[in-house]
Structure formats: C-alpha cells, structure tokens
T-cell receptor
C-alpha cells in the first residue's frame, strides 16, 4: 500500500535555486494539498487542488507554484528558494466531500542556505 | 491569527497520569479531526467528529466535539510512553466551487506530549 509518496525526503538548496517537490498518490483521491510545518505553527496550507486541472492558493502561497495535470500527481515548485522556505513540507490527499480525512506523505525536509 | 488555538503547546507527564488537550476557535467547523504525528513521519488520522456534542472513544483516548462545533478536546486516560508524539487538531470548513463541495483543513499549532516511564 503506497498511499501518498513524497520525494525527495531531504533536500538542501542554495538561495535562489529552484526545485520541484514531487507528490504522488494511488488512492484515486480528487483532493490534494501541500502544507508546510514549522515549529509552533502547526501545518499551514500552501496550495491545494480539488481535481485535475483545478488548483487554488492556500494560506501561504507566495514563492510556490503548483499544477495538477493528472489525478495522481501534484508537484510543488519553489521558484527561487529563500531561507524563509526552510521547513518540512507535507503533501496530503483525501476525499473532498464532507468531513475529509487527509492522508499524508512522509514529508520533505528542505533547508535553504 | 491562528484560526484554531490548541493548548497546551507542551505537556510532559509521568506514565499513568491523565491529560486533556484543548482545541478552540471562534469559527464553526463542519467537522474536526485529531491527528498524531511521530518524528520523521506525516500526521496520521486518529478520529473525525462531526456532530455537535459528539463523543468518540478510541481505547484510552476520548474525543469530544463542542455543542456549537467550535471547539474540541482530547482526553487520554492512564497515559503510556507509547502515547508520546505531536497531537494536532484540524477543523474542516466547507467550500463550493464550480458546483463541487469540498472541505479545507485548518490546523492548530499542535501539542507535543512526552510521557515518561
């Protein structure tokens, strides 16, 4: 049972570099989202998608782009990495209806130096 | 401004003690979830409460949703070292877009629980 798979697990970037965090789910969930987790802040929503071709901004979208060309994949792009983007990133998928249960990946720990 | 206020932020107790974690908001949620997260892993769902006043039990864990669906609590009886972890509450609010209804989760800050043997 793969569930939600995130790659890479760890990444170090230099300021100004770009990269893509990958997320794939095999549960045929319509709803996918990206969160970042910082100490004392819980999880904050970056971007989300309610289906292929449909994305929208969450609470902290600046500096990040997403696209959803298939139901399975929801990559997160960092356009020009900044130290403030040092965080742990989680991808989640779930059923988009009433009372969704979110299934999370194992996270990507990103450090921007 | 945090939409969901979770307290306490840290809790360090001895094995066998009882504890309660609170999750409060001024907003109404259609449902509320509690997650547990271990180091290096993603959060894992413990329970979803949907109806105001609802109480759910999961072994030694008791979850309650407030009557007005604005707050929730997690009570652990006779805590064990295996209960150690980060506990997160998350509220769901419903949105409609293009004829589709979907929920968005808002998370509290989390409670780091340490249970000492």
């Amino acid at each position: 049972n793969a569930g939600v798979t995130q790659t890479p697990k760890f990444q170090v970037l230099k300021t100004g570099q770009s990269m893509t965090l990958q997320c794939a789910q095999d549960m045929n969930h319509e709803y996918m989202s990206w969160y970042r987790q910082d100490p004392g802040m819980g999880l904050r929503l970056i971007h989300y998608s309610v289906g292929a071709g449909i994305t929208d901004q969450g609470e902290v979208p600046n500096g990040y782009n997403v696209s959803r060309s298939t139901t399975e994949d929801f990559p997160l792009r960092l356009l020009s990495a900044a130290p403030s983007q040092t965080s742990v990133y989680f991808c989640a998928s779930g059923l988009g209806g009433f009372g969704p249960e979110a299934f999370f990946g194992q996270g990507t720990r990103l450090t921007v130096v | 401004t945090q939409l969901l206020e979770q307290s306490p932020q840290f809790l360090s107790i001895q094995e066998g003690e009882n504890l309660t974690v609170y999750c409060n908001s001024s907003s109404v949620f259609s449902s509320l979830q509690w997650y547990r997260q271990e180091p290096g892993e993603g959060p894992v769902l413990l329970v979803t409460v949907v109806t105001g006043g609802e109480v759910k039990k999961l072994k030694r864990l008791t979850f309650q949703f407030g009557d007005a669906r604005k707050d929730s609590s997690l009570h652990i009886t006779a805590a064990q070292p295996g209960d150690t972890g980060l506990y997160l509450c998350a509220g769901t609010r419903q949105y409609n877009a293009g004829g589709t209804s979907y929920g968005k989760l808002t998370f509290g800050q989390g409670t780091i629980l340490t249970v000492h043997p």
